[in-house]
């Protein structure tokens, strides 16, 4: 499999790069700082320039070309402001989305954040930064359910941590909140390649007891 991760230097990008190249797939990963690629270069990927929040479709499609998935990881990060949760979060996942069906790359897994759903984003109580990152979530994935001819799989994990993963989550459509490793999550979005009947589906994780390959069976069979 060929695949191409946005936001190839985050956390979980990198552990999913290093699960992808372990098991002989071709990844890549797209980063706007050239600094970034020797730790891409150490995870097993290729790294490509390109600033998804300036860049044009056209563009990001030529590093997608002969792409069998594309998954979106990428993010504004903590700090950043109310403009960027919304270029970044919203527009550069629907950027990847555009240049994905350019390239006739079927397969996307936009990596969401629990909450992003319209009780959480008219919460007035939250902070309105916080508020701005959930209402782009919840834009970017609102703009893959109405593409029909994008594959794609929302994935909304829960309180992300850097402990060691355990190969173990609960994984529904509504989880309810909870702490999930980085590592169990890009196992999970790795599983989700492998699972093409979760097409179209939102999927919700957090740390649990099922293996990850049964959660998603179980669950893709529903």
């Known amino acids: 499999m060929k695949v191409v991760i946005a936001g190839g230097h985050g956390k979980v990008a990198l552990l999913l790069e290093q699960l992808l190249s372990e098991r002989g797939d071709v990844v890549t990963g797209l980063i706007r700082n050239p600094a ?4 891409l270069e150490k995870a097993g990927a290729q790294a490509r320039l390109v600033d998804l929040e300036k860049a044009a479709s056209d563009e990001v499609a030529r590093h997608l070309t002969g792409a069998d998935a594309v998954v979106f990881a990428a993010g504004a990060g903590p700090g950043s402001s109310v403009g960027r949760k919304d ?14 069906e350019s390239a006739g790359v079927g397969r996307y897994l936009l990596l969401s954040a629990m909450g992003a759903d319209l009780r959480a984003v008219d919460d007035e109580s939250l902070d309105p930064v916080f508020r701005t990152y959930l209402r782009a979530k919840l834009a970017a994935e609102n703009a893959m359910r109405s593409r029909s001819a994008l594959r794609a799989t929302i994935v909304r994990p829960g309180l992300l941590d850097d402990t060691p993963g355990t190969g173990r989550v609960t994984l529904a459509e509504r989880t309810g909140p909870g702490p999930i490793s980085r590592a169990d ?13 979760l097409t179209g589906r ?20 529903h």
């Open 185 to 197: 999550v890009a196992a999970v979005l790795l599983a989700l390649l492998d699972e093409p009947r």
């Open 202 to 221: 939102t999927v919700e994780v957090i740390g649990g007891a099922t293996p990850i390959a049964d959660a998603v069976a179980a669950h893709a069979a």
């Open 36 to 39: 970034q690629a020797e730790a």
């Open 87 to 100: 270029s970044v979060d919203r527009g550069a996942a629907i950027l990847l989305a555009d240049a994905a």
